[in-house]
């Protein structure tokens, strides 16, 4: 029997302070991050509004310069030996969020609301030592899938600038849930798999639209009002910040202003398979297929992987076996994508369906080539890398990207370019006992 499972998200329940005691394989986490809130009149600052077209908003941000979904970012070079930044009101109280300069290791804090804080200054490791990296770059994640942030403007040192980065020209999509967004992860969004998939093949920028709860299909699951086949196309996820913000009308996200994915994971189902949402195997399959195709339609090249489940793992008399989800259906919508049929169909536009009115015009002429792949979990998992609440252990997060980074770099022969800096942080233990 497999043991009943609980993904449920008290999106209800999430308030504007964010405080509460973390466990972390059984031990009480130390979270007394540096407190980094300075006065920001007491300084003599050079400073650039939140749109300056220095910064490089990673992820999914809005107008208002206000982050959503897992693990968004910031990212510029600097010159001088500080970094600031104002965040505005509709920043989550308390959010933790990681940063670092060039290769260094990430470092934390909690973001207070309205606050200006200090993240770089002479006293940070690194911002005297001389780079091969060069000018000197900043980042900064935000690391829940839930809170954010509010960027107003970034400071730097008086007589000191902020420098427009380049781009990698390698981009990943991650389109998921909780077990995307990096839930119950020890750094969640910067524990994630997703993360370190993309960060761990280096040299790659990526978005992760992933939130707990949610299902591929467009309806309400855990809380979440709407499926991926609807919240994909939107700035913002499907958590309570954003329903304060925009009701039920969240803004589109305008594909045409960013660049395309080369690319896209998907990793979603596990919520449709849950009997508490009432999702009908064909309904997920078509919505599966709906999403696919509307990602192909919004980045016609990219190659898209659908992932397979894991769904947990139960006692079968005295060893363990792994619980199935959509098996078959995701094996279905891999095979409609590399049928004969579909890649020798024309790709002419269907009519447009007026309740779907929203959706990016459909661009006629896409190639016929195989653009749909199969990554296959079985394996990777034993049920030791799920905890308590139903998700990938730290370990397990890693295993998973471990193998998507290889999965990818054989299929499309993409190099494994991080060569030092860390990927995943707080995950070096080891045996400090040489003889015994
Ligand atoms: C800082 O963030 C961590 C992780 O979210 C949280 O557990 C902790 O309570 C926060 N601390 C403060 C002072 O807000
Ligand atoms: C943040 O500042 C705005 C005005 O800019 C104010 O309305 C809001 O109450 C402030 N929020 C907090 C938590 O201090
Ligand atoms: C699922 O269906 C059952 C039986 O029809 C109903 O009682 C329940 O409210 C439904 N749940 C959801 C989340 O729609
Ligand atoms: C969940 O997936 C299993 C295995 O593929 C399938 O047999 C079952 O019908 C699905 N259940 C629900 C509730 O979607
Ligand atoms: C996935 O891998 C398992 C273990 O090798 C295998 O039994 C299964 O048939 C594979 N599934 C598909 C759809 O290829």
């Given at each position: 029997m497999w043991i009943s499972k609980s993904w449920a998200?008290?999106?209800?329940?999430?308030?504007s302070f964010v405080s509460a005691t973390i466990l972390q394989n059984g031990q009480v986490r130390?979270?007394?991050?540096?407190?980094?809130?300075?006065?920001?009149?007491?300084h003599n600052w050079r400073t650039y509004p939140a749109?300056?077209?220095?910064l490089s908003y990673k992820g999914r941000w809005d107008d208002d310069h206000i982050s959503w979904w897992s693990v968004p970012g910031l990212k510029f070079g600097f010159t001088g030996k500080e970094v600031a930044i104002t965040f505005g009101p509709h920043t989550s109280n308390g959010v933790l969020v990681a940063y670092r300069i060039n290769g260094e290791d990430w470092q934390f804090s909690n973001i207070t609301t309205n606050a200006t804080h200090l993240?770089?200054?002479?006293?940070?490791?690194?911002?005297d030592l001389t780079s091969p990296i060069s000018p000197s770059t900043f980042e900064l994640r935000?690391?829940?899938?839930?809170y954010g942030v509010q960027v107003k403007s970034v400071h730097v040192a008086a007589g000191a600038s902020l420098i427009k980065l380049k781009d990698y020209n390698r981009r990943i999509e991650v389109i998921g849930d909780s077990l995307s967004s990096g839930?119950?992860?020890?750094?969640e969004g910067l524990s994630s798999y997703a993360y370190g998939l993309a960060a761990g093949l280096g040299d790659t920028e990526y978005s992760v639209t992933a939130y707990p709860g949610?299902?591929?299909?467009?309806q309400e699951c855990w809380g979440n009002p709407r499926g991926q086949t609807y919240?994909?196309?939107?700035?913002?996820?499907?958590?309570g910040r954003a329903t304060n913000i925009y009701g039920t009308n969240p803004p589109l996200w305008d594909f045409s202003k960013h660049p395309a994915a080369d690319i896209v994971v998907i990793n979603l189902g596990t919520n449709d398979n849950n009997?508490?949402?009432?999702?009908t195997n064909e309904d997920y399959y078509n919505s599966y297929i709906e999403l696919v195709e509307g990602v192909h339609n919004v980045w016609p090249k990219a190659q898209i992987i659908i992932s397979a489940l894991w769904n947990g793992f139960g006692k079968s008399g005295n060893t363990y076996i792994q619980g199935p989800a959509f098996v078959t259906e995701i094996w279905d919508v891999y095979k409609h994508f590399n049928s004969a049929s579909y890649l020798s169909s024309q790709h002419t536009c269907p009519p447009r369906n007026p309740l779907k009115w929203w959706l990016p015009p459909c661009k006629p002429?896409?190639?016929?080539?195989?653009f749909v792949h199969y990554f296959n979990t079985?394996?990777?998992?034993?049920?030791?890398?799920?905890?308590p609440l139903w998700h990938p252990t730290d370990v397990g997060y890693i295993k998973v990207a471990s193998h998507l980074m290889q999965y990818i770099n054989l299929k499309f022969g993409w190099e494994l370019r991080a060569t030092g800096p860390e990927v995943f942080h707080d995950t070096l233990y080891w045996n400090d006992q040489d003889s015994y």
């Open positions: 998200v008290s999106l209800c329940c999430l308030s130390v979270t007394d991050y540096p407190n980094t809130v300075t006065e920001a009149s007491s749109n300056a077209a220095e993240l770089i200054s002479p006293s940070t490791e690194g911002v935000v690391t829940n899938w839930a839930m119950y992860g020890t750094y949610i299902c591929v299909t467009d919240q994909w196309y939107r700035t913002s996820d499907t958590g009997t508490a949402n009432n999702v002429g896409r190639p016929n080539a195989p079985t394996g990777i998992l034993q049920h030791n890398d799920i905890g």
